[in-house]
């Protein structure tokens, strides 16, 4: 009889000249939670373009201000946050879990009480995705002050795991690394997760009348077992809305 033929290299396996790197165990964490979110959560992505000029004109006179006063570093991620937990207090499907399995007799939604806003930070390590609790209440530069200093600790290694949990929704910005749009995957066991892109300058019309106005554009994953894509919607309107018409 014929020799059978050696087993097949498995896909992605390593090839001569190739590197293998081993998983660590922030990376192994990441794997899970993407691979469990993937496989558990029905998604659809809403996207919708925001006009930001007076968010801009907010950001740069709030950033002067805390500077002056001695505040914290301001970030425009810092407005999204506080427009994200105030669209979340008028739309609380939005934050919001999904527990069990659909079959079971005891599965349900959970509508948390607290806005906890989880806002991803690219590590040497990893992905993580520090945790800022009762986000709805703070002001803008309470906010400032927990985002800059959770994401020191972040990218020095020294979150606490009470940092790493308890989120209700999760933001990622990646318009600073020049990205236009993207769609990211939600952050079990969140329901949503909102992706931010950079900011251009882009030719607009209203009322017949064109102009160049700095626009950016949100995605919005979500987890079709808690929103209903009606939901979504609205709640980016919200969002929008707020971001366009930004108060600081």
């Known amino acids: 009889a014929a020799a059978s033929p050696g087993a097949a290299a498995s896909p992605g396996a390593a090839l001569s000249g190739d590197t293998r790197v081993p998983l660590n165990n922030m990376r192994r964490a990441i794997a899970r939670a993407m691979v469990f979110s993937h496989r558990t959560a029905p998604v659809f992505v809403l996207r919708r373009k925001a006009r930001v000029a007076r968010l801009l004109e907010v950001y740069r006179t709030r950033k002067a201000e805390l500077r ?28 919001a879990s999904f527990v069990g399995e ?68 999760s933001i990622s910005n990646l318009g600073g690394m020049g990205v236009d749009s993207f769609t990211a995957v939600i952050n079990p066991p969140e329901a949503a997760i909102l992706a931010v892109g950079r900011t251009i300058e882009e030719l607009v ?14 995605s919005l994953t979500a987890d ?25």
């Open 205 to 218: 019309v209203d009322a017949g009348q064109m102009s160049i106005a700095p626009t950016m554009e949100l």
């Open 102 to 169: 659909p079959d079971d007799a005891d599965a349900h939604i959970v509508l948390h009480s607290g806005i906890h806003l989880g806002l991803a930070v690219s590590t040497d390590a990893g992905l993580v995705v520090p945790v800022l609790r009762d986000a709805a209440r703070l002001t803008l530069s309470e906010l400032a002050q927990r985002r800059q200093a959770v994401v020191e600790r972040a990218r020095a290694g020294r979150l606490k795991a009470d940092e790493l949990s308890g989120g209700t929704f």
């Open 224 to 248: 079709h077992r808690v929103i209903d894509g009606a939901q979504g919607a609205a709640f980016l309107v919200d969002l929008v809305q707020l971001l366009e018409q930004a108060q600081g």
């Open 68 to 95: 002056e006063s001695g505040g914290p570093g301001l970030t425009v991620t810092d407005l999204l946050l506080q427009a994200s937990a105030a669209a979340l207090l008028r739309h609380p499907q939005v934050n």
